[in-house]
């Protein structure tokens, strides 16, 4: 069986290095114990902001202060537990942070619904102040809530439940990352291997199909083993939104999603409609792959397959980042500069350990560097990840280096854009280096094609499903195992059923997709793909004016 990593085997090098934002975990506590005592201090401000403009620069520049505090006290929380999700005083700092995360929350609650009880012209007086410029956006955001916004004591009674609406997610993490044991499965030299949710990719790609389908299906089921739990997970989850939703006075939890990016549901809908036209396109491209990688018939567990052209693509870190920086160059030096910087300054937690958090994100604070966190491979997959999260965390820290801490944060839909720009510059660099290379261009023209089926089509598909099911709750249906799997199956059929066998392990699929905790964040996927298409194109034409 293959041996799993430990995190004491891995060269320090190769892991991020966490005491950039507390030295120890007494120095996490000791930012604790401050922020405690900060929140009582903006507390005592309440009833105070109709004072004037000092009184009120006075609240923003605390609350501004605080917020950097906490996303400290989080991110160091979140990041040592997501090193080994089993260790038990991590998962405690964790849920600490997040209580004390809603706590502050209730204890700010009044600035909104005290500004907005200003006198009419007076918010507009203070976001032309030049006193107020790091300030003038958070203003411009507090009057968009207006209708939105509820009294002081109710938006604290909001605050307050934000712990236990994130309940569920914290479940849901605690079940996939730390308790799942999807046990073994066999790999292509005959021998048992680990089965993760991690590794299930460099599954799919084997070109043994006896392989792909034994991982596939031990995955699939056993998620299915856990349906109902999982179910009653998500059916919190979405419990949580409507709670939301109903309280600000939104006509549905989407619209209260959108509402906060400042996006018409008229984007989602068309988003949909466009993907369902595009279906029959879908249906040909798969026919052609199934043709090319000599399948009489394709199953779900062969989509991810690829034609076998003889050439791959197998690197290591070092070399794949070293690949990046390459990929990256039409940026500018100063970015390429910068972004060289990630691996030797341990921005990067590498490797797959064991318990450690699954799949690849990038975070930050506003005081440090970025973070990143991968589960590497010696893949394409491995390397085109490396790639996008290296744009979140790029994105970040520009945003963070240009900008003062109130307006340096960004809208999730906007952040796909920079991430998914980085891996379609991979690709036509790749393309170009390899020009000539026929078995090459057809690895990577496969790749792009299965990135567009598999970011546009399929988080479309995703998007369908989170909407679908969230509409089955606010018209008072129950979420169930049952009625959860049978709407993921039929959506499977609906988008694949012209070119391929719906198999029925894939009804469990969507009990695997973490990212239905983040609710309506699955769309931001396709749309910022097209966007970063768009993008890269004008980054490669050279043209200053695109």
């Known amino acids: 069986m293959e041996n799993e990593l430990t995190r004491s085997t891995v060269d320090p090098k190769y892991t991020w290095d966490v005491t950039r934002i507390f030295e120890s975990d007494e120095a996490w506590e000791a930012a604790f114990a401050q922020l405690k005592e900060m929140s009582d201090a903006i507390a005592a401000k309440a009833g105070t902001l109709a004072g004037g403009k000092e009184a009120v620069l006075s609240c923003l520049r605390m609350e501004d202060e605080m917020g950097g505090i906490l996303s400290c006290i989080y991110t ?101 990352d730390a308790d799942m044991d999807l046990g073994t499965t066999r790999g292509e030299d005959g021998k048992k291997t680990k089965l993760t949710d991690v590794r299930l990719n460099s599954f799919l790609v084997s070109p043994d199909r006896a392989v792909r389908k034994a991982a596939y299906t031990n995955v699939m089921n056993g998620y299915g083993k856990l349906g109902n739990a999982i179910a009653a997970m998500y059916a919190g989850q979405v419990k949580g939104d409507i709670f939301n939703a109903k309280a600000r006075g939104f006509k549905n939890c989407r619209e209260s999603y959108l509402y906060r990016d400042d996006v018409s549901e008229d984007v989602y809908d068309s988003l949909i409609d466009a993907i369902h036209g595009g279906l029959d396109t879908l249906a040909e491209y798969l026919r052609i792959k199934k043709e090319q990688v000599g399948l009489a018939n394709m199953h779900m567990y062969d989509m991810y397959l690829g034609v076998d052209t003889g050439f791959d693509i197998k690197m290591d870190i070092d070399e794949a980042f070293e690949t990046f920086l390459e990929a ?71 945003s963070n280096k240009t900008q003062p801490s109130a307006k340096a944060d960004y809208t999730i839909f906007v952040a796909e854009v920079a991430s998914t720009c980085n891996e379609i510059l991979l690709s036509e660099y790749l393309m170009k280096k390899y020009e000539g290379n026929r078995a090459a261009q057809i690895m990577l023209i496969g790749h792009l094609l299965e990135h567009f089926r598999t970011t546009v089509f399929r988080q479309t598909m995703f998007a369908e499903f989170e909407h679908k099911a969230h509409l089955m709750a606010e018209e008072g249906e129950s979420l169930t195992r049952e009625n959860l799997c049978a709407m993921y199956y039929d959506l499977n059929k609906f988008y694949y059923g012209k070119a391929a066998k719906v198999d029925k392990e894939v009804a469990n699929e969507w009990m695997r997709i973490p990212h239905f905790y983040s609710s309506f964040y699955v769309y931001k996927y396709a749309t910022g793909f097209c966007a970063a298409v768009a993008l890269a194109r004008n980054v490669l034409s050279g043209d200053p004016e695109k």
């Open 328 to 398: 990256v160059k039409p940026l500018g030096e100063d970015y390429v500069a910068d972004a060289s910087r990630a691996l030797p300054d341990r921005w990067i937690d590498v490797y797959e350990t064991k318990n450690k958090r699954g799949g690849a994100y990038s975070t930050s604070v506003y005081q440090t560097a970025p973070y990143v966190l991968l589960n590497h491979k010696k893949t394409y997959d491995g390397l085109s990840t490396l790639c996008h999260e290296m744009g979140h965390a790029m994105h970040s820290f520009y």
């Open 76 to 176: 160091y929380a979140m990041m040592k537990q997501n090193e080994d999700t089993t260790v038990g005083k991590y998962q405690a700092m964790l849920g600490r942070a997040g209580t004390l995360y809603s706590e502050v929350m209730a204890k700010a609650a009044f600035i909104t619904p005290e500004l907005l009880s200003l006198e009419d012209g007076v918010l507009e007086g203070y976001i032309a102040d030049p006193d107020f410029a790091d300030f003038d956006a958070v203003l411009s955001k507090t009057l968009r809530m207006k209708p939105h916004t509820l009294s002081a004591r109710e938006e604290q009674l909001l605050a307050m439940a934000g712990e236990v609406c994130g309940a569920s997610e914290n479940a849901y993490d605690m079940l996939t």
